[in-house]
C-alpha cells in the first residue's frame, strides 16, 4: 500500500480560482474510490491518495488528464509518493500515531 501526495495544476485558466478543476478531480477519484480500487483525502493545497502503487499511477494519469478534458492546453502535476514495504499502514494509521504520541507528552 503506498500513499501519493498530489497537485494538479491547471495553467493558463481564465481566472485564478482552480476550485472546478480540483472538483472534476475529484469526481475521478471518487469513481475510484467506489470501486474499491483507492481512498482518498482533499486538503487545501493537494490531495492524498492510497491504494497499490500501480493503480495509483493510473489515477494520476487519469487526473493530470482531467484538465486538458476541460479545454486547458497545460497541466503541471506534483507528486511524492510514499511506499513503505515492512508494514501496512493506511493514511489514518500515520495520523493516529501522531496523536497518540502527542498524548504521551
Do not use: W
Amino acid at each position: 500500500m503506498a500513499i501519493v501526495d498530489v497537485t494538479v495544476i491547471p495553467i493558463g485558466t481564465q481566472t485564478p480560482s482552480v476550485s472546478s478543476y480540483v472538483a472534476d478531480i475529484q469526481k475521478i477519484l471518487k469513481q475510484y474510490e467506489e470501486k474499491g480500487d483507492i481512498q482518498y483525502q482533499l486538503t487545501p493545497m493537494n490531495t492524498l491518495i492510497e491504494g497499490e502503487l500501480p493503480v495509483l499511477f493510473e489515477v494520476i494519469q487519469a487526473i493530470h488528464e482531467a484538465p486538458f478534458n476541460a479545454g486547458i492546453h497545460r497541466v503541471a502535476t506534483n507528486i511524492r509518493i510514499d511506499d513503505r514495504r515492512d508494514v501496512k499502514r493506511r493514511m489514518q494509521d500515520k495520523v493516529n500515531r501522531v496523536n497518540e504520541l502527542l498524548k504521551k507528552q
